[in-house]
């Protein structure tokens, strides 16, 4: 079902720099090799125990990610961020391996390892195919997309009603209503997510101007020694804001 929804994408002139996928799409050697032929790079999640083989002057290795994770060495780990979440960047420790296969010229495939950095035994695996010129740091942020589309997902879900709709793929093929219910609704959540993000571009321009400005007061005042101990003690609490601190230490 993936391979006629991306060969439909590929008819109509879509583009794309990644494709994305989870472990139950990265499995399919079907949709790698047909994404390869197009020199489409992708970003596709594999299992932990998911079968590899590959040729080396000592013969024929077989192993698995999980196996492989656990040889790499303390410097081979960079922490990278995947993406912005609510609470800021999501760092993770990061490692990546080049297959010894072949592939397209200017190609390369990859296996990029994903390690938490509260708990070394969280890892997650995918398998990368992308131009040979590929760093670290740009396949952490492709795969840290899986996560703002599954938030889209959700908000399309929540905001627009399409936890109600059961079309799921089929939508995109075949039932004429089901597949109205979802396009109709996708511009939607689309302009949606630009009035959000243009409002919270805003947002932060206007704490901005008012932080210079606050700090411009500040200036021209010079706090008593007992008042710069009372702001120091509040900045150091992480649950207070620096604007609240600011405009409270003005008031007083």
Same mark, same amino acid.
């Given at each position: ?79 990278? %961020? ?17 297959? %010894? ?29 992308? %131009? ?21 997902? &959700? ?44 409002? &919270? ?39 207070? %804001? ?11």
């Amino acid at each position: 079902m993936i391979t006629a929804a991306l060969n439909a994408a590929a008819v109509a002139g879509a583009c794309c720099s990644f494709v994305l996928a989870d472990a139950l799409h990265g499995s399919d050697s079907a949709l790698r090799h047909m994404l390869e032929e197009r020199g489409q790079s992708y970003v596709l999640a594999i299992r932990s125990n998911h079968n590899l083989r590959f040729l080396i002057e000592e013969g024929l290795i077989q192993t698995d990610p999980a196996e492989l994770a656990e040889d790499q060495a303390a410097e081979d780990w960079h922490a990278l %961020p995947a993406g912005e979440g609510s609470k800021g960047l999501r760092l993770y420790d990061w490692a990546a391996i080049r297959m %010894p296969w072949t592939t397209n010229e200017g190609f390369a495939r990859w296996l990029l390892f994903r390690r938490s950095r509260k708990d070394a035994g969280k890892l997650a695996f995918s398998f990368i195919f992308a %131009p040979e010129e590929t760093s670290l740091a740009e396949m952490a942020g492709a795969a840290g997309l899986r996560w703002t589309i599954e938030e889209a997902f &959700q908000r399309a879900k929540d905001d627009l009603g399409l936890d109600h709709c059961e079309a799921r793929y089929r939508a995109w093929l075949a039932p004429p209503h089901d597949a109205g219910h979802v396009r109709r609704r996708l511009p939607r959540q689309a302009h949606r997510a630009m009035a959000q993000r243009s409002s &919270q571009t805003e947002r932060q321009a206007s704490n901005r101007t008012q932080s210079s400005r606050m700090l411009g007061r500040l200036r021209t005042l010079v706090p008593s020694p007992s008042e710069l101990k009372r702001i120091m003690a509040k900045l150091t609490k992480a649950s207070v %804001p620096f604007d609240f601190v600011m405009r409270w230490s003005l008031w007083r």
